[in-house]
């Protein structure tokens, strides 16, 4: 039996200016407890096209079909009450973002608890019973607690767990996920999607899978609708698809998808005996947190990054990975004195800049550059493009005002925009066309090191290998040395020289980048390894995950013979191979 069956709908959206078309005559229909993937970049029409479905747009939308059917009824002539009783009974939506679509100020259990009441009469006391159950269906453990969490006391992960939970609380015949995993780090994006499998199964529902990864398509549906700029350019089942793409676009989506699968070999060596681009010794952070509540004034130490030891060679670029929590990107800003470590050396050029002064400090700001996660908070709002991409020029006092747009319009031309975007403003960019202006902004002053704090994560996989391509072809022809903060694995694999994996505050294993995939050596890394998602659906699998204490107690044991080191109750880092160190507990 068809759940939902659309034919020939259009939506456009009432601007200034006319009418933009969103959606073109898009068609497809979604059986009962079958799984369809929407795939294609940002801008294709695919959220749109399920957020008319459930009527959830705003009113500049104008929808248009032949017919949209859910669950057996017409949603174009649904009145508000029949809208209601849809949402939720026979269709339920994961957001993109939990954080937004959670109201701050109502506790978890609330919100829950509302939603249940809200489409069936059940008392309070059930309907509080029956949230607790939710939340451990979708394996939050300490389900109790939660419910009287408020959204921001919930990590990423958490908090989308806790989404589901509410999602099934009506117990929809449909469930559509749109992008519920893109600002997840590796491990918990495979622990979300493997737990939307789960409940899918044991609910018996149906799934809408709203992505732009196709390793997330390739783990979880049955059929795929290809999208691109609001109409479909082809559908099939997902083996077909992977296996033999028809459409043009699919064939590029998928060779973007490969494009990470190997790094090409860098005949460049690294000069070992020159003074590194940067290097961190002994680097901690520690913040005081509060504990307790009310008025009561206790306060403990959390060690955010414990002692880290990093060196960036020259011309090299070395990715940082790790779960979200792990401190790499603390670590990154400490390495540029964003934020101000508890403890160690940052040495820039073999210069000591950990103790210099703010005016000491800003002759080495010209050599160290980042670009931020966000590339939409990290630009002004209020500045030209070429004004936010000059600024660098004007801090450090650099050429004339005049010759500083030239300069800047220049660099907006190397990173792949017209020289007319000079005078737009940043809301008026995509995302990649932003972070292609926080790039521009990094590189003007030609500085020798850049942190890359994880810019490509909430980028579609398209943009994502342009931006890619962007970074490596400027790397070379700036000679930069590249520190590369990011929990996706196969960009890290496709782009970096070394990798160096953290693990709560403590890098636990750092070697070569093809010798980090091919043998590596901590149950870390190994599970980062592991929770990649499938390049094909013939080789998606079943995971398992390892708490922390599994880790730790799988954690690698050396003698003192072997190492020549020491023994030590504390993990310590040993050398196993040339440039391969792995923590390890030394024993005698």
């Given at each position: 039996?068809?759940?939902?069956?659309?034919?020939?709908?259009?939506?456009?959206?009432?601007?200034?200016?006319?009418?933009?078309?969103?959606?073109?005559?898009?068609?497809?229909?979604?059986?009962?407890?079958?799984?369809?993937?929407?795939?294609?970049?940002?801008?294709?029409?695919?959220?749109?096209?399920?957020?008319?479905?459930?009527?959830?747009?705003?009113?500049?939308?104008?929808?248009?079909?032949?017919?949209?059917?859910?669950?057996?009824?017409?949603?174009?002539?649904?009145?508000?009450?029949?809208?209601?009783q849809l949402r939720g009974r026979s269709a339920a939506m994961i957001f993109q973002d939990p954080?937004?679509?959670?109201?701050?100020?109502?506790?978890?259990?609330?919100?829950?608890?509302?939603?249940?009441?809200?489409?069936?009469?059940?008392?309070?006391?059930?309907?509080?019973?029956?949230?607790?159950?939710?939340?451990?269906?979708?394996?939050?453990?300490?389900?109790?607690?939660?419910?009287?969490?408020?959204?921001?006391?919930?990590?990423?992960?958490?908090?989308?767990?806790?989404?589901?939970?509410?999602?099934?609380?009506?117990?929809?015949?449909?469930?559509?996920?749109?992008?519920?995993?893109?600002?997840?780090?590796?491990?918990?994006?495979?622990?979300?999607?493997?737990?939307?499998?789960?409940?899918?199964?044991?609910?018996?529902?149906?799934?809408?899978?709203?992505?732009?990864?196709?390793?997330?398509?390739?783990?979880?549906?049955?059929?795929?609708?290809?999208?691109?700029?609001?109409?479909?350019?082809?559908?099939?089942?997902?083996?077909?698809?992977?296996?033999?793409?028809?459409?043009?676009?699919?064939?590029?989506?998928?060779?973007?998808?490969?494009?990470?699968?190997?790094?090409?070999?860098?005949?460049?060596?690294?000069?070992?005996?020159?003074?590194?681009?940067?290097?961190?010794?002994?680097?901690?952070?520690?913040?005081?947190?509060?504990?307790?509540?009310?008025?009561?004034?206790?306060?403990?130490?959390?060690?955010?990054?414990?002692?880290?030891?990093?060196?960036?060679?020259?011309?090299?670029?070395?990715?940082?990975?790790?779960?979200?929590?792990?401190?790499?990107?603390?670590?990154?800003?400490?390495?540029?004195?964003?934020?101000?470590?508890?403890?160690?050396?940052?040495?820039?050029?073999?210069?000591?800049?950990?103790?210099?002064?703010?005016?000491?400090?800003?002759?080495?700001?010209?050599?160290?550059?980042?670009?931020?996660?966000?590339?939409?908070?990290?630009?002004?709002?209020?500045?030209?493009?070429?004004?936010?991409?000059?600024?660098?020029?004007?801090?450090?006092?650099?050429?004339?005002?005049?010759?500083?747009?030239?300069?800047?319009?220049?660099?907006?031309?190397?990173?792949?925009?017209?020289?007319?975007?000079?005078?737009?403003?940043?809301?008026?960019?995509?995302?990649?066309?932003?972070?292609?202006?926080?790039?521009?902004?990094?590189?003007?002053?030609?500085?020798?090191?850049?942190?890359?704090?994880?810019?490509?994560?909430?980028?579609?996989?398209?943009?994502?290998?342009?931006?890619?391509?962007?970074?490596?072809?400027?790397?070379?022809?700036?000679?930069?040395?590249?520190?590369?903060?990011?929990?996706?694995?196969?960009?890290?694999?496709?782009?970096?020289?070394?990798?160096?994996?953290?693990?709560?505050?403590?890098?636990?294993?750092?070697?070569?980048?093809?010798?980090?995939?091919?043998?590596?050596?901590?149950?870390?890394?190994?599970?980062?390894?592991?929770?990649?998602?499938?390049?094909?659906?013939?080789?998606?699998?079943?995971?398992?995950?390892?708490?922390?204490?599994?880790?730790?107690?799988?954690?690698?044991?050396?003698?003192?013979?072997?190492?020549?080191?020491?023994?030590?109750?504390?993990?310590?880092?040993?050398?196993?191979?040339?440039?391969?160190?792995?923590?390890?507990?030394?024993?005698?």
């Amino acid at each position: 039996m068809k759940l939902v069956e659309i034919n020939g709908l259009t939506v456009s959206f009432s601007q200034y200016g006319g009418d933009v078309a969103a959606v073109r005559g898009v068609s497809f229909h979604l059986n009962e407890g079958e799984s369809l993937g929407i795939v294609g970049e940002s801008g294709s029409g695919k959220s749109v096209t399920c957020m008319a479905l459930l009527r959830l747009l705003g009113a500049n939308a104008k929808i248009g079909a032949k017919s949209m059917v859910l669950d057996g009824v017409n949603v174009l002539d649904a009145d508000a009450e029949g809208l209601a009783q849809l949402r939720g009974r026979s269709a339920a939506m994961i957001f993109q973002d939990p954080m937004t679509a959670f109201d701050p100020v109502f506790t978890i259990g609330h919100q829950i608890v509302e939603t249940i009441r809200a489409h069936r009469k059940t008392a309070k006391r059930a309907a509080w019973a029956e949230a607790e159950q939710l939340l451990l269906r979708v394996e939050i453990k300490n389900a109790k607690d939660v419910l009287n969490y408020y959204p921001h006391q919930l990590s990423g992960g958490m908090l989308q767990r806790a989404m589901i939970a509410m999602a099934l609380s009506c117990q929809p015949k449909v469930l559509i996920a749109d992008e519920p995993t893109t600002a997840l780090d590796v491990t918990i994006q495979a622990q979300i999607l493997q737990l939307i499998k789960k409940v899918q199964a044991e609910f018996g529902m149906a799934l809408i899978m709203i992505t732009h990864d196709l390793g997330v398509i390739a783990e979880t549906v049955d059929r795929v609708l290809v999208m691109y700029g609001g109409e479909v350019m082809e559908e099939g089942l997902v083996q077909d698809i992977f296996d033999a793409p028809q459409h043009a676009y699919t064939k590029t989506l998928l060779a973007s998808l490969k494009a990470g699968a190997t790094k090409p070999d860098d005949a460049t060596k690294a000069d070992e005996t020159a003074v590194p681009a940067l290097e961190l010794r002994g680097l901690s952070k520690t913040y005081r947190v509060h504990q307790g509540q009310g008025f009561s004034r206790k306060y403990a130490d959390f060690r955010a990054v414990r002692t880290v030891d990093l060196v960036l060679p020259r011309n090299k670029i070395v990715g940082l990975v790790g779960e979200s929590g792990s401190g790499k990107t603390t670590t990154g800003m400490m390495a540029l004195r964003l934020t101000e470590p508890s403890g160690g050396q940052i040495l820039v050029d073999g210069s000591d800049i950990s103790t210099l002064e703010p005016i000491a400090l800003k002759s080495f700001r010209r050599r160290m550059q980042v670009i931020f996660q966000d590339s939409y908070s990290a630009l002004d709002p209020m500045m030209t493009l070429a004004q936010i991409v000059a600024e660098p020029l004007h801090i450090h006092g650099i050429t004339p005002g005049k010759q500083q747009t030239e300069t800047a319009l220049d660099w907006l031309e190397k990173v792949g925009l017209d020289r007319n975007f000079g005078q737009r403003y940043p809301h008026e960019l995509s995302g990649g066309q932003r972070q292609r202006v926080a790039i521009a902004r990094a590189l003007i002053l030609g500085p020798s090191v850049l942190i890359a704090d994880e810019p490509t994560s909430a980028l579609d996989v398209t943009v994502k290998s342009q931006i890619i391509g962007l970074l490596k072809q400027l790397q070379r022809e700036m000679g930069l040395s590249m520190l590369f903060i990011s929990h996706d694995l196969g960009t890290v694999r496709t782009l970096t020289d070394t990798v160096v994996v953290m693990y709560r505050g403590r890098v636990v294993e750092q070697a070569p980048t093809a010798q980090i995939f091919e043998n590596p050596q901590h149950p870390y890394t190994r599970a980062l390894l592991d929770a990649i998602p499938a390049s094909n659906p013939r080789d998606k699998r079943l995971r398992t995950f390892l708490s922390a204490a599994e880790i730790e107690a799988a954690t690698p044991r050396y003698t003192v013979i072997q190492t020549g080191m020491a023994p030590n109750a504390e993990p310590q880092l040993v050398s196993i191979a040339p440039n391969h160190l792995v923590e390890a507990v030394v024993t005698t």
